[in-house]
């Protein structure tokens, strides 16, 4: 029973550069969720999706971000134009339903150079 | 007033010892919470979720949940340091249908 996967692991972009980030839900889960996390701090949430649907984008930045949740594949996390601070952790998780625990994938170190 | 507020840490005690780690916030409709547990460099890993007020236990955890006085806490028996780590309290509030992490409490267990 394979859990949340991500891929890559590890990303290394430059400046200017798009980054696409992807994120396969447990087995059996609809719900997908993505958040940030800037070296010693905390978990920010992005965005909620489920299957072909945005739920939840209020922590989405408002430019260079973008997320799908296609009906069939992956969800992909897109940043266009990369900046160097948009060098973090990102992490995907996934629940079978609404408003109950999430399960994580290992995430996405993401650096800017 | 942030949505979810824990005490950064680090907590310190000795191994065997009990680690009580405490979480408020402030959406007083939340019904959902959830304690997780993050190693250095790794992702988040679910430790316990509670819905109800009172108390839920698994092995050597015990969650609280104080809905009138909007605190969730998490106690550790016979702490291990292995259970060093930070520790992630998660709450669903009403307005938003996904987790809402504080900022995590660092515990660290003293051999």
């Known amino acids: 029973n394979a859990g949340v996967m991500q891929n890559p692991r590890h990303l290394v972009r430059r400046r200017g550069q798009e980054a696409r980030l992807r994120c396969s839900p447990m087995?059996?889960?609809?719900?997908v969720y993505w958040y940030r996390q800037l070296p010693e701090e905390g978990l920010k949430f992005m965005v909620y999706?489920?299957?072909?649907?945005?739920?939840?984008e209020s922590g989405m930045p408002k430019e260079r971000f973008s997320a799908e949740f296609p009906k069939e594949g992956p969800s992909i996390l897109r940043i266009q134009q990369v900046v160097r601070g948009d060098s973090a952790a990102y992490f995907c998780?996934?629940?079978?339903?609404?408003?109950?625990?999430?399960?994580f994938g290992q995430g996405t170190r993401l650096t800017v150079v | 007033q942030k949505e979810v507020e824990q005490n950064s840490g680090p907590l310190s005690v000795p191994e065997g010892a009990i680690a009580s780690l405490n979480c408020t916030y402030s959406?007083?409709?939340?019904?959902?919470f959830f304690w997780y547990r993050q190693y250095s460099g790794k992702s988040p890993e679910l430790i316990m979720s509670?819905?109800?007020?009172g108390d839920k236990e698994d092995g050597r955890f015990t969650a609280q949940l104080n809905k009138a006085s909007q605190y969730v806490s998490l106690l550790i028996r016979d702490s291990q340091p292995s259970d060093s780590a930070t520790y992630l309290c998660?709450?669903?509030?009403?307005?938003?249908?996904?987790?809402?992490f504080g900022s995590g409490t660092r515990l660290q267990v003293q051999p």
């Open positions: 998660a709450v669903i509030g009403t307005g938003r249908r996904a987790l809402t």
């Open positions: 509670i819905y109800s007020n």
């Open positions: 959406d007083r409709g939340s019904q959902s």
């Open positions: 087995k059996g889960h609809s719900h």
């Open positions: 999706l489920q299957k072909e649907n945005i739920i939840d």
């Open positions: 998780a996934s629940s079978p339903v609404q408003n109950t625990e999430a399960f």
